[in-house]
């Protein structure tokens, strides 16, 4: 068996030593770096052979990549790399690695064509100036390969542990028991489904009901479908935290199921959460865990990645351990970890963010991944917020107040030029068909201009300038991708001086041509959820191929475990919500009176929340309440829900959509029912009145008003409802309050299983 390597992972592997070094330091974009490249091959002369495929073998292992350029004629192989600024900069360590990858394509050069000598050439291309900057040096073939064996040699320890380590895993992966005695009802139908999409390699969007174990029943059929289609990862992405543990949790019962299963399972967590001195910049000069980073990282990649005494499930905290133990960052050594992992967990922007870590690598070293996407109902509206940017003239006011001289003339610029914009503009919104070139135009210069600024003074710290900067670098990629798959739209409000200040919005309306090519590189992709329906709104708007399947799990409960009442003479409308209130009120109470216990209730916003439950609180005071508020951190949720407990009572007031109308789970007598006085419809506005023509124009004037409004509103209903009834003992009753309830559009998006009466409360008797 062969140990597959690129070369930069090689050299990343064998050659990277000294500091961590994150100092601002602006480097180009990924596109500005692919033009870079095209262009210096562009001025080389005729003959000039770029992007030559290489690779080699040593004893098991397989090296290979992509030379950037050689020319037969001088007999010189080129690496180029691209940068802004000073070149002087670049840090010791950077050009190090530089000169190994350049060495290693130089011998498997001199071997496919049996050279015996070869000119190397580091290329450092300026994209602000356009120069280039060279560093040649002649090498013999037999000096190169003995670097070359000499690196392989540095690594081959590390891949036959690697190998026996796959071979391990995958042996024991065959024989892996499912962790629970039996399956329960449904989960088998959609283990059954994620396995056949893993040997098939398809797309799969799978529909299950909430409680059947769809953690569990999508991760072992992966895992057991990864030795037949030699997988290399298996990455499970999840919308909340709370996905994230549910996968953590299930990884966990299986390896104790399987005590001998040596299954690496990493956590990935965000940087703020953990940064151990957010206080230091990050480098050497001010943090110790990146002082010395990569010439401590060898002994806690090994501590982390060693299979004895157990298999290492390194979450958040078991990661700190390792990290602070040989002092590194926990953060940069969770990175380093994702090559050496089997399951990595996460949130969705790690896959299908505009710089999603985990689709560069899989791109970048050619791995056979398979993605499980928990709760994938939510990836419409994060991955629409992923590929939209906004820029907001108060910023650039500020920035411009406190710019130093150098940036004043680019700033000015810009300033006219987005003044432009909106001028003659009556309306407080407004779309228009392009970004003006004169704009986007100053926005680069503005940009490039800052950058100089940030290089020329790297020590300054200025966050508000960062801050602009980093919003207007977003912004411009999010522009040259610009099509009908987004809007740009001008908002105007009026500042302190009284003075209109325009907002700017690039806001993506469908995800699809971004996201196609991510599941494009994954073996097989597992979309699941319990609102998955309609089928086609899913598909069309998330970009999944032609062939992908479809599961619908029937749901496990029975009718007569949930009492489904909708309330057909209220309505929840904008404009009749004050006299809902009381109605709904006394329908609460009345419902609490009769069967005690447990009770959410969810609202469309925080507004009628206060409303509804100060009314509630002055008309019933003997009923426990207790509220969700505006922008709760993970304490307060904690101890919100903390009031759904065995024997307790007593009713919280939600809003829908919100942290508790999905991924929490309360059982038994900790949740018996759920009032919901809301169709969950997105607001009535110009923006969303522009999206609805938007999705008529790729979808149809017919499903215009479904994909914009109803079926993302309907979604968070059915996902609310599902915190009632969580296992096959559960006992409750849901709400609807509202009478389009009634409507046979809206009742055919309801679960199959439940069955719905109506109920009228406006003459009803206290």
């Known amino acids: 068996m062969s140990y597959f390597i690129a070369v930069r992972a090689l050299c990343e592997f064998t050659a990277k030593q000294g500091d961590l070094d994150l100092r601002f330091t602006p480097s180009p974009s990924a596109q500005q770096g692919i033009a870079g490249h095209a262009l210096v091959a562009a001025r080389r002369a005729e003959g000039y052979q770029a992007e030559v495929s290489l690779e080699a073998d040593y ?27 000073d070149l002087a900069a670049l840090p010791d360590n950077h050009r190090q690695l530089h000169w190994a990858q350049v060495k290693i394509y130089g011998w498997l050069l001199c071997q496919k064509r049996d050279l015996a000598e070869l000119r190397l050439a580091l290329v450092y291309f300026d994209i602000g100036s356009q120069q280039e900057t060279l560093l040649s040096e002649m090498f013999t073939a037999d000096t190169l390969q003995q670097y070359f064996e000499a690196q392989c040699e540095k690594f081959l320890v590390w891949a036959r542990q690697e190998l026996a380590h796959r071979a391990a895993r995958d042996a024991a992966l065959r024989a892996l028991p499912f962790p629970h005695a039996a399956f329960r009802p449904g989960q088998r139908e959609l283990a059954t489904a994620v396995y056949n999409a893993g040997r098939s390699g398809r797309c799969l969007m799978a529909q299950a009901p909430t409680g059947i174990g769809k953690t569990i029943g999508t991760v072992f059929p992966l895992l057991k479908a990864a030795p037949g289609q030699e997988l290399d990862k298996v990455f499970f992405l999840a919308a909340k935290t ?37 206080d230091k910049a990050c480098h050497g000069d001010a943090c110790p865990l990146a002082k010395g980073f990569y010439d401590r990282l060898p002994a806690a990649r090994q501590a982390a990645c060693a299979s004895a005494p157990a298999p290492k499930l390194l979450d958040k905290q078991a990661l700190r351990d390792i990290a602070l133990a040989h002092k590194v960052c926990p953060y940069y050594l969770s990175q380093d970890l994702v090559r050496w992992s089997d ?5 969705y922007n790690y896959y299908f963010d505009t710089s999603a870590l985990l689709h560069a690598l899989t791109v970048g070293n050619q791995w056979r991944v398979s993605v499980l996407v928990d709760e994938a109902h939510n990836l419409v509206e994060r991955a629409r917020k992923m590929y939209s940017a906004g820029l907001d003239q108060a910023d650039l006011a500020l920035v411009r107040q406190s710019a130093a001289p150098a940036l004043k003339k680019s700033l000015d610029r810009l300033h006219r030029a987005w003044r ?43 966050a508000g300038l960062q801050r602009f900067y980093f919003d207007a670098l977003h912004f411009s ?102 006299s809902s209130l009381s109605p709904i009120a006394d329908l609460m109470a009345r419902q609490y009176g009769h069967t005690p216990g447990n009770y959410l209730v969810f609202v469309s916003s925080y507004d009628y929340l206060q409303q ?64 919901i006085a809301t169709l969950g419809l997105p607001q009535l506005n110009p923006v969303n009145e522009q999206i609805r023509a938007r999705m008529g124009t790729h979808f149809g004037a017919a499903r215009s008003y479904d994909y914009t409004y109803l079926y993302p509103g309907l979604q968070k209903v059915v996902q609310a409802a599902g915190r009632v009834i969580r296992t096959g003992s559960d006992r409750g009753v849901v709400v609807l309050i509202d009478d389009r309830f009634t409507r046979p559009g809206v009742r055919s998006l309801l679960p199959a299983w439940w069955r719905v009466s109506q109920l009228r409360v406006q003459h009803a008797s206290a």
Request: with cysteine.
């Open 420 to 462: 432009d914009l909106h001028r003659g503009q009556l309306a407080a919104y407004q779309v228009h068909d392009h970004l003006p070139d004169k704009f986007t135009l100053a926005l680069q210069q503005a940009t490039s201009a800052i950058t100089d600024d940030l290089e020329a003074h790297p020590t300054r710290v200025d």
């Open 612 to 675: 509804l439950a100060q009314l509630f609180g002055t008309r019933y005071p003997q009923i426990p309440m207790w509220e969700q508020t505006r922008r709760m951190d993970e304490t307060a949720r904690d101890a919100f829900l903390a009031r759904f407990m065995p024997g307790s009572q007593g009713i919280g007031f939600a809003v829908l959509g919100g942290a508790f109308a999905e991924g929490i789970d309360l059982p038994g007598e900790r949740l018996i029912g759920a009032f």
């Open 242 to 278: 709370s996905g994230r543990r549910l996968a953590l949790d299930a990884l966990a019962l299986i390896q104790a199921s399987a005590p001998a299963l040596p299954l690496r399972v990493l956590e990935l967590v965000a940087r703020d959460k953990a940064c151990e001195h957010p």
């Open 59 to 85: 004893m098991e292992l397989r090296v290979r990549g992509r030379a950037d350029g050689y020319d037969p004629v001088k007999n010189q192989l080129e690496e180029v790399k691209t940068f802004r600024g």
């Open 477 to 578: 990629r999010m522009a040259d991708s610009f099509g009908e798959h987004s809007l740009f739209d001008i908002t105007l409000a009026d500042n302190a001086a009284g003075r209109h200040s325009a907002q700017l919005c690039l806001r993506n309306v469908v995800p699809a041509p971004f996201l196609a090519q991510r599941f494009a590189a994954a073996r097989s992709v597992a979309l699941f959820s319990a609102t998955l329906s309609p089928q086609a709104y899913y598909a069309d708007t998330l970009g999944l191929p032609g062939n992908t399947a479809w599961v619908e799990v029937q749901s496990p409960f029975l009718a007569e475990q949930l009492l489904v009442q909708v309330v057909s003479d209220v309505s929840t409308r904008f404009q009749h919500r004050k």
């Open 343 to 347: 399951v990595v967990v996460g949130d």
